[in-house]
Every structure is written in C-alpha cells, then in structure tokens.
C-alpha cells in the first residue's frame, strides 16, 4: 500500500468516525454541532445536552478537518470541567491532546512563556490579599469579616474593569451596597494596588489583566499565542465577566474562530463581577453572529419542567424528552428544625428500600442553612456530605513530590514517571490497601494536573509546574461515597440528582435579603430555577414558619414566589397546551387582563401578602385582587385610605379591609420606575343579544352547570347572567372564541374552561 493510499484511508476513517458522532443528535444539536457559521453561540436550557454538542462539535470539526486538534483551546470556569472535556475528547476518538483549562490558567501558563522568553523576573503570585488589605481598612473596621467583604468588593470592580479612581461613581450608578463608603472602599483600592506594584506581586486578576496587555502590546508574542490557539471554544459563556471578555478578544483580535455555549436562565454570578449580557446580546457584540437555542431537555420530567419554568417569569418550559412523572411537593413546617427532620424522612422514603443515597440533593441558598440539614440526616443515620473536602496539596507525599519539582528547571516532561508514590514497606499488609489506594488515586489526580499543564505549555519545566499547580490546586471532592448530598443553590449548577428537595423557600432566603435592587431580584429568580431544574424526577421544596439563626428565633414568611410555583403544580394536572393558548391569547391583547409587573421589591411583597391572605380565606389568589389591579395600584401609588379607592378593582369593601396592610406595603418603599401600566386598548363591544333566538333548553342547562359549580357561593361568581346569555348565543368551542366573551378572562378559562368546552360540545 502507498503512503497516498495510507493517508486517503486515514481520512476516510476520520470521516466515519465524524458521522458517528451525529448519531442520536436532535435537529438542534445536530445543526449547533454541523453549522460552519462563526462566531457561534449555542444557547443550552438546562439538560438540553449542553456538554455533548459541545465536545461533539470539537470533534466533529477536528475529525473533519475543519480544526487542527493541536490548536483547539477550550475555556471552562472550573478545572475539573477542564478535564472532564478533555476525557469526553479522548473518548469520542481525537488523538490529539485538546488544550482546555480555565482562563486563569491559560493566562499563567502564557505570561510564564512571556517572561521566560524575555528574561524577566517572574513575578510573586499573591494568593490570599488579607496581610495586603487589612493594614489598609480604618483600625477600627479590621475585622475578619470587613476584610472579606473588601476583598470581595475590590475582586467585584476588578471583575468589572473598573479603576480605584472610578469606583465610587460606577457603584453607585450601578446600585452597588459596599461595606464602607465608596470613597473609603476606592482609597483602600488604590493602596492595595501601589502596594501590590511595591512589593512586586500580582494576584489572580491581574493575569488576565497582564496576559491581554501582553497579547495586545507585544505584536511577536500576540501571534504566537494565536498561531498556538486559532479555535477557541468557551463554556458557560453566561459567566464571563468584563476582564475575561476583555482576554477573550485580545486571543481573537480580527479571528471570528469562536464558539460559545451557555444559557442565560443560569447566569447567578453578576454579583460577582459576571454578566450575561455578553451571552444576551452576542450578535451585538460579534457583528454577523449566529445563535442557535436548544430547547430540549434530556434530564427531567415535564411536571419538574412546568415548576421550575414558574420560577421565571414568562418563561415557557423547555420541551420533555422524559415521561410523565410525580408532580412536585411543597410542604411547610413549625420551625427549621421540623423541617430538616421532615427532610429527613422524606429522603429515606424517596430512596426505596434498593435505592442509591448519592441520587438525591438537599438544596439551600446559604451555608447557614446547611447545618441544620446536614445533623438531621445524620441523626436519622442517612451518609451525608457536602461540596467540601480535603485538599489535594494537604497530603505529605504530595508535597514532597512537589517540592522536588520545584527545585528542577528541566522541562516537566522529564519528571512525569516522578509523579507516581513510593511503595510502603509494609505494601503487603492489607491494612495497608486503603492508603494505598487513596495515595494512588491523589497521584492520579496530581498526574491529570500535568497533562492540562503541558497541553497549555508543552515546553514548560518543573519548577514552572510546580508554581501552577498550587494556583490551581482548590478542595478535592470525593464522590465515590454513597452519600445525600447538602449544597448550596450556587455549588449544585451543572449537576443533577433523580430527586431533589429544595429547603427554606422564605422571604430573606429566597430571594436572599440584601437583594433589593430589579437587576438582583431578576438573578435570585434564576438562581431558584437553577435549584428546580437539577431534578429529573421527584422535587419536594419546604419552608419553616420559625427559624433560628445562632440564638436568635425569628418568624418567617414564604418566599415570594411560591405562589407562582403553587400555582404551576395546581395546573399540572390540565394539559399544558390549553393552558398555553390561553395565556398566548391574553399576550395578543396586549396583556390587558394580566399586565407584566416589574421585577421589584414591592411587587414581590405584594404578591406575597395577596398570597397569605388567599391562603387565609381558602380562596386563589387573585380573588383578592388580581394582577390588573396590582398594576393600576403601581401606577397610582395611594397614599391614603381616599387615594386607594381610586385603584381599580379595589373598592370601598376592599379599601377598608385591606387598605392598611396596602399602604403599609407602599410607604415601605420606593416607587419603581416603571409602574405605569400599559394602556389598555378598548374592547370591542359585542353586538346586542336577542333574547328571543336563544336556546331555552341551553340557556337552563348552563345555568344549572353554574349553580352546581358554584356549591356554596353566589352563581354569579361564577359567571353573570350577561356572560351566561353570551355563552348561549355564542357557542364558543375553542379558548380563543371563550376568551372573546365579556366576562371571561384567563383566569375563568383555567379554571372552567375545559369543561365548559367539553360541556357545551356535549350539548351539540
């Protein structure tokens, strides 16, 4: 055989192997994975299969020649994400070692390459800035948990590429709340920076801030790098924030060889410098763009789909793969020690009696919580653990491996067979298998480390490593025990459990209590969405009426929106494409029967008090008042018991009960700025009705279905006799011609609606 005839069977193989890697895809994937259009962003809803169009997309453009695999880089957030990717690779056939890392270890790896080649000294990588920030705070704000908050306020502007000098006017254009006055928070800023210059040190930002300098400034090593790396691949592109964007496009520079993929439902980090809008508006930032969305989901059930979906508003739910599945639970307690004990047992119930511990999650929205969650399982002897663990470099064999690569400048390639332990002399003694064990699975790890290392810097030495590693190096997670796991909402992104029991849905925990401002509200709405839709299966979510914080008892009240998700499962049992032409047709008249509130903390206490007073009085919730009238009182914004009665729908009855509770509501806040209702468009009148052509037969029978619908209450809560006579003359026999008639809103045709339909289609 030729070498002609080897190479064209090589890549005839490579072909096969490409099609193969479209097998099972949907039309969606296989179009994200297929298109040649770049720059790409492929918007992934949770469980649409993010990770496996984007490792098939890697591959299928390697195999087929549209990627060299040796110049691929892959940007993650995490390094075990990192290597996850690079064993999907290995898996899905690439014979090249795709370089994947995050952006902080790309950034090290390229500027230890720059100051090598110019024999500039390396600078000192700080990695705790306490001893640097706290002489800097006022002597008498130097407490552990002031410094933090600094640290984190500098690490938020420096996310954000915001100077010392501009700091206090952008927080507070952008809502910040800092720890201390801006003022003092931009001195103390700029000092930690002079200092940092002084003492020759650089800390984690300041990589990707010098790294981009770099690329940008120096022409020779700019195209170097670029040449390294011409197809780049971002994921969880939702959490890129302003300085990663600002590296991101000094590797680009004029390539458009981009591909993104993330989704903006999942973007829970802009408290920490991230935003989403680099994702949200892509084609603005790329001119020329393409966006595809994924909107199947692979992971959970459609009644897991419908409640997570409520939690942000107008949302619709992703499409279900799955089969149908229990509806979810919510469950309220005395206290939060009834809850975790409740917990608890509905965890040991959920397991069967040959279940898996390790397929069911706690949820919490703070570590606070966690604690509580965490001894009831244990009490009820259920295995437990949290997202924390021992460190990799906490082990002695470890650090002595490392130690000596430190000493070494010969490349690392040199020192792998290094990186393995040392036998015991006691390795025959079966006592001994366990450490044996556990010190090979940590040189596995430390090994995995090397590979990522040299797949960014091929040509990089020992001692180089051996500084990497220790940046890199974060808590091993052990999760070859069969245990429940207890994580907060933020560690549990990415993940997904058969069942999940999301705990303390109240008021100053969901959504968190400093989130006062639209922008954070609108995150703490998808960060609880990010907590349902980790459920394929079961979802149970509980709240405890008294919870103790340290020594201190508090009365609680339900998130607030609970009544949204309450309100989904209700609805579960109606099949969702009514549900869903109902609430399209209120969108084609403009919302006028349920207008779009805004995301404010008003309405979000409003909604909660019409909540517990409809839970109060047995009644749903917008028989209170509805969201019309919540609009109409935004937009007035009464100031006493005369100016309430002017709101629509509320009258002198409704003034004078709820009135106080209203105004107390409303004095305790600041208008929103967008409370104005749109303006409803006239409804058309419907032409008179002659009496005389109606069916007397129908006519009886509809208002006997009333009276018997009714039960207990006045049948012209139901509907009036105007609305009756309409539906008589009318015969309506889809929602659309029910929601035409005067007196029937979206709210009437969820409740009645299919039978109504079914009833007057019976009577022909």
């Not at 055989?1 to 890697?21: I, K, Q």
């Not at 000294?121 to 006022?138: A, N, S």
Request: charged share 30%; with cysteine; aromatic share 6%.
């Amino acid at each position: 055989m030729s070498a002609t005839d080897s190479l064209f069977d090589a890549e005839s193989d490579d072909h096969a192997d490409a099609d193969g890697l479209l097998a099972g895809l949907n039309d969606e994937q296989l179009h994200a994975v297929t298109t040649d259009a770049l720059p790409l962003a492929i918007k992934a809803g949770a469980g649409s299969g993010k990770t496996r169009v984007l490792t098939r997309r890697i591959a299928w453009c390697s195999l087929t020649g549209r990627n060299d695999p040796r110049r691929v880089l892959a940007l993650t957030f995490t390094r075990k994400a990192a290597g996850q990717l690079r064993s999907r690779l290995r898996v899905l056939g690439l014979r090249d070692q795709v370089a994947a890392g995050t952006f902080h270890s790309v950034a090290y790896a390229q500027l230890r390459t720059y100051w090598r080649e110019r024999d500039q000294r390396e600078p000192d990588l700080l990695d705790r800035k306490f001893g640097f920030i706290t002489p800097l705070l006022p002597r008498d704000r130097r407490s552990s948990t002031d410094v933090l908050d600094v640290v984190s306020e500098i690490e938020w502007a420096k996310a954000r590429r915001i100077p010392p000098e501009a700091y206090a006017g952008r927080a507070e254009a952008l809502g910040r709340t800092p720890p201390m006055p801006p003022s003092t928070i931009g001195r103390i800023y700029r000092g930690y920076e002079d200092l940092k210059v002084q003492k020759r040190v650089i800390d984690f930002d300041d990589l990707l801030d010098h790294c981009a300098r770099a690329l940008r400034s120096d022409r020779a090593f700019g195209d170097a790098q670029r040449w390294r790396f011409r197809h780049l691949y971002v994921d969880e592109f939702q959490d890129v924030n302003p300085l990663q964007f600002a590296l991101l496009s000094a590797w680009l520079l004029h390539s458009d060889d981009l591909c993104v993929v993330g989704d903006p439902d999942q973007a829970i980090y802009g408290w920490n410098g991230a935003d989403a809008d680099h994702l949200n508006r892509f084609d603005t930032h790329f001119q020329g763009a393409t966006v595809v969305d994924l909107r199947q989901n692979y992971r959970s059930t459609p009644q897991v789909l419908r409640t997570a979906a409520s939690a942000i508003r107008g949302r619709e739910p992703m499409r279900a793969n799955r089969p149908s599945g229990p509806p979810p639970t919510v469950t309220v307690h005395a206290d939060d020690r009834a809850e975790a004990a409740g917990v608890a047992r509905r965890v040991r119930d959920s397991r069967g009696p040959n279940g898996s511990w390790s397929r069911q999650a706690v949820l919490v929205r703070t570590n606070a919580q966690a604690e509580v969650i965490v001894g009831a399982l244990r009490e009820a002897n259920i295995p437990v653990r949290t997202r924390a663990g021992s460190g990799l470099l906490d082990r002695t064999d470890v650090k002595g491996a490392l130690r000596s690569l430190s000493r070494s400048n010969r490349p690392l390639a040199d020192h792998l067979g290094d990186l393995r332990p040392e036998a015991d002399d006691d390795a025959h003694d079966d006592k001994a298998a366990p450490r044996d064990a556990e010190r090979a699975l940590a040189f596995a790890r430390l090994r995995a480390l090397a590979d990522e290392f040299l797949s960014i810097d091929s040509s990089g030495t020992a001692s180089g490593f051996e500084a990497w590693v220790r940046f890199q190096a974060r808590a091993a997670y052990d999760d070859s025990t069969d245990a429940v796991e207890v994580a907060t909402f933020h560690a549990a992104k990415g993940l997904e459990w058969e069942t999940v029991h999301v705990a303390g849905l109240e008021q100053g925990l969901v959504p968190i209590a400093h989130a006062r401002e639209p922008a954070a509200l609108a995150e703490e709405r998808r960060l609880l969405y990010v907590a349902l839709s980790r459920a394929e299966v079961g979802l149970h979510l509980t709240w405890a009426q008294q919870r103790t914080f340290d020594t201190r008892t508090s009365n609680r009240r339900p998130s607030f929106w609970l009544e949204d998700i309450e309100l989904a499962i209700r609805n579960l049992d109606k099949p969702f494409e009514q549900a869903e032409q109902a609430r399209r047709a209120a969108m084609a008249r403009e919302q006028v029967r349920r207008p779009e509130l805004p995301d404010h903390l008003v309405v979000e206490e409003l909604r909660a008090w019409r909540l517990g007073r409809a839970r109060a009085a047995d009644v749903p919730a917008y028989a209170i008042f509805n969201d019309a009238t919540l609009a109409d009182l935004l937009h007035r914004w009464p100031g006493s018991p005369r100016e309430l009665r002017d709101v629509s729908g509320i009258g002198p009855v409704k003034a004078d009960r709820f009135g106080p509770d209203l105004l107390a509501i409303l004095a305790g806040h600041e208008r929103p700025a967008s409370a104005a209702p749109p303006p409803a468009p006239p409804r058309a009148k419907a032409p008179p009705i002659d009496h005389g052509d109606l069916d007397p037969e129908l006519l009886e029978a509809l208002r006997a279905w009333r009276l018997e619908v009714a039960a207990d209450k006045p049948a012209y809560t139901v509907f009036s006799n105007a609305t009756m006579d309409e539906l008589a003359a009318t015969r309506p026999k889809t929602t659309d011609e029910l929601l035409a008639i005067s007196g029937i809103g979206p709210a009437k045709v969820e409740r009645f609606g299919a039978e109504l339909l079914a009833f007057l289609a019976d009577k022909g």
